[in-house]
């Protein structure tokens, strides 16, 4: 088939059905990239300030590297919700403090006060044996940096607030 035949014949399709198609085509991309695999930036703290915070606030310290390395473009938006966790913000505190990890139950994504028993620093931390043998959170980019990981670990162990 050609180029000016198919040209032809999608013009030929009701107008409805083309509508469809360039919505189905678009919904596919989207899925496809929600969650690729992908080098984004040569900054591996992707805009945000890289320093260890000792006393950090969910609001200024936390929610941005979920924002920025987590649901912004990557697994953890409302559309795409990689085992069902949300973290953009709004959600992403009530999704986490407390609540049991779908990929293991025993544990909780975050206990408060308890960083070595939350899944979430499992995730991150560049052991495997800590994860249990699952990838390294974020799939899509770089890992987090050693002062993001210890500002969201300080945050655990100062007992998770929603500050």
């Known amino acids: 088939m050609t180029a000016s035949s198919l040209r032809a014949a999608i013009a030929a399709r009701p107008l409805a059905a083309r509508t469809l198609i360039a919505a189905l085509g678009g919904v596919l991309a989207g899925a496809v990239m929600s969650c690729a695999e992908f080098d984004s930036t040569t900054d591996p703290a992707f805009g945000l300030p890289d320093i260890a915070v000792a006393t950090p606030s969910f609001s200024a310290d936390i929610q941005p590297i979920f924002d920025r390395r987590c649901s912004i473009g990557g697994c ?31 544990l909780a994504r975050v206990v408060p006060s308890d960083p070595a028993n939350s899944w979430l620093v ?21 890992p987090l940096t050693e002062n993001q990981i210890t500002t969201i670990v300080n945050w655990i162990a100062q007992g998770a607030p929603r500050n």
Do not use: K
């Open 76 to 106: 953890h938006s409302l559309a795409t919700a990689q085992a069902g966790l949300v973290l953009t913000a709004g959600r992403s505190y009530d999704a986490l403090v407390g609540v049991p990890a779908r990929l293991r139950p025993q």
């Open 122 to 142: 499992h995730m991150i931390d560049d052991d495997p044996a800590a994860r249990f043998g699952r990838q390294r959170m974020p799939l899509s980019s770089m």
